[in-house]
């Protein structure tokens, strides 16, 4: 079985300060990782992936994730955060022997000015 | 490219009756799921499609169901709604590998008075 856990249903960060997004997984294989924003009435935006290589991912709008195996965390990063980065994350898990994607309860982001 | 597309964005029904919601997916991706969103359940996996095939299933009663035609669009059809049903219902679309991303449609609102 696969799961993905957010921890924190909401995490409040003022504009223009870093901004952690965390998120734990559990698979019995190895680790796909994904990470998806969601704005008010849309679909699901993709922002980054984690497959295999290097342990620290890169995505868009400047986001990057950094993989942990020993801690089985893939937590989502920002350097400096925007007001506009205010929306709901998702973390989503799929392990290497199945095609399922497994997402997390969410974490909605807010960025106060 | 155009993205994943869904109609209708919003739909009313009320119980008892059924409903069709489409999805169209990317052009030359082969895989479409359907997820149902929630605020109280968040993003729940319905199924998916891979060349007209249901490749997975999840956890839902047998009134949802779905389809995929030879185009890879892909339909899902709830019977018999209930209250409960009320829900924003995504689909995305992927090449069909489990590396692979899964790129989002703006959803389907329904509504079930």
């Known amino acids: 079985a696969q799961s993905v856990a957010q921890p924190e249903d909401q995490v409040n960060v003022a504009e223009g300060n870093p901004l952690t997004v965390k998120c734990t997984y559990s698979?019995?294989?190895?680790?796909?990782l994904f990470w998806y924003v969601q704005y008010p009435n849309r679909g699901l935006q993709f922002l980054l992936k984690?497959?295999?290589?290097?342990?620290l991912v890169k995505g868009s709008y400047g986001f990057e994730a950094e993989f942990n195996k020993s801690q089985t965390s893939f937590h989502l990063k920002k350097p400096s955060a925007l007001v506009s980065d205010s929306a709901l994350y998702f973390c989503a898990v799929r392990d290497s022997g199945y095609s399922t994607l497994t997402f997390g309860k969410g974490t909605m982001l807010l960025v106060s000015p | 490219k155009a993205g994943v597309t869904q109609t209708p964005r919003y739909l009313i029904k009320t119980r008892g009756q059924q409903v069709t919601l489409s999805c169209s997916p990317i052009s030359g991706h082969r895989s479409v799921s359907w997820y149902q969103q929630t605020p109280g359940q968040g993003l729940q996996f319905l199924f998916e499609?891979?060349?007209?095939?249901?490749?997975n299933k999840g956890n839902f009663p047998g009134r949802f169901s779905g389809r995929q035609f030879s185009n890879s669009r892909s339909e899902m059809n709830v019977s018999t709604l209930e209250l409960g049903d009320s829900a924003l219902y995504l689909c995305?679309?992927?090449?069909?590998?489990?590396?692979?991303?899964?790129?989002f449609g703006p959803g389907t609102r329904l509504t079930v008075l």
């Open positions: 698979v019995s294989g190895n680790p796909y």
């Open positions: 995305a679309s992927s090449l069909g590998q489990n590396t692979d991303t899964q790129y």
């Open positions: 499609y891979f060349s007209e095939t249901q490749r």
């Open positions: 984690y497959i295999t290589g290097d342990n």
